[in-house]
């Protein structure tokens, strides 16, 4: 790729993902890693470089200061998993609950947040807060989804206040 790569747009930028590029940025800089991803407003580049030992160094590489991206290889089944699951959450903690304590957490959770004058309704397995957020088990600040970033915020911050959101549910009584 040549010096317009904030101007070859997504349809292009995919053709690099999930490749080790060699990346000419600034007047001297050459980078290496394995793209993850392209922002596709400011044309920033994620680079991820796997160090032999395992964890990862990320890098990203503003898109204005891109002045050539040249692929080295594609990656292999392997590399591909795990960059994929870089930035995947966690497994949470609830496959290790069994279902009576899930509910008591779930009634816990529902309890404090009804105590904090915050509307919440049961929906099966998941708790729908000011009916723009769910909140699903085991029930934590991290078990949010919310489309609506000041209300995840929030709720996030009172769960984490909540004096039993660390302690098992049997402490809470």
């Not at 200061?65 to 392997?78: F, I, S």
């Not at 496959?95 to 904090?116: A, F």
């Not at 909140?135 to 609506?148: F, I, K, T, V, W």
Request: glycine share 6%; aromatic share 4%.
């Amino acid at each position: 790729m040549q010096c317009g790569w904030p101007l070859l747009g997504p349809l292009q930028w995919i053709r690099y993902v999930n490749k080790q590029v060699k990346v000419k940025a600034g007047k001297d800089e050459l980078l290496h890693g394995w793209l993850l991803t392209v922002d596709p407003v400011s044309a920033s580049l994620v680079l991820v470089d796997f160090r032999e030992v395992s964890g990862a160094s990320v890098r990203v590489v503003m898109g204005h200061a891109v002045q050539l991206v040249e692929v080295l290889q594609d990656a292999d089944e392997e590399t591909a998993r795990r960059l994929q699951s870089l930035f995947a959450p966690r497994q949470t903690s609830s496959l290790n609950l069994d279902p009576e304590r899930l509910q008591r957490r779930r009634v816990s959770v529902r309890r404090w947040l009804e105590k904090n004058r915050v509307p919440v309704q049961e929906d099966g397995e998941q708790l729908m807060v000011a009916g723009a957020l769910t909140l699903a088990a085991p029930y934590g600040p991290e078990d949010c989804c919310s489309s609506n970033q000041i209300i995840l915020d929030r709720v996030q911050r009172l769960l984490r206040t909540n004096p039993h959101h660390l302690s098992s549910p049997e402490d809470q009584d």
